[in-house]
């Protein structure tokens, strides 16, 4: 099983910009599809974005498009999560989660759907 952890959360201004990083060990990297969610403070956990095995397809959540970016590096074994425009209703704790696909396109948008989970690593945006 592949294990993650998340870096890069922090505090930035409304309007500002913000790197999340997901590591990933213990497994091969490129047969995981890979995705961001967030819990804020009395919410569920929601999907933010999802990245297929190859990097060719992605999702994302409604909240975000236009605004975040997936990408990963299948030769750092490292997924990220580029954060751009932020604003208040972006502060939450940010969790990266793994799941092994058969298929290089697939993507899943549940959290049910992954089973390697990370710590998390908190984003505040101030205002």
């Known amino acids: 099983q592949v294990q993650v952890v998340e870096s890069g959360g922090g505090l930035v201004q409304a309007g500002g910009s913000l790197r999340l990083s997901c590591a990933a060990s213990?497994?091969?990297?490129?047969?995981?599809?890979m995705g961001w969610f967030r819990q804020a403070p009395g919410k569920e956990r929601e999907f933010v974005a999802a990245?297929?095995?190859?990097?060719?397809?992605?999702a994302y959540a409604d909240s975000v498009k236009g605004r975040f970016t997936i990408s990963r590096d299948n030769a750092k074994n490292t997924v990220y999560l580029q954060m751009n425009s932020v604003n208040a209703e972006d502060t939450a704790v940010y969790y990266c989660?793994?799941?092994?696909?058969?298929?290089?396109?697939?993507?899943?948008?549940?959290?049910?759907?992954?089973?390697?989970w990370g710590q998390g690593t908190q984003v505040t945006v101030s205002s």
């Open positions: 990245i297929a095995r190859g990097g060719s397809n992605t």
């Open positions: 213990g497994g091969t990297f490129s047969t995981y599809l």
């Open positions: 989660a793994a799941r092994r696909a058969a298929l290089s396109g697939t993507l899943f948008v549940t959290s049910s759907s992954y089973n390697n």
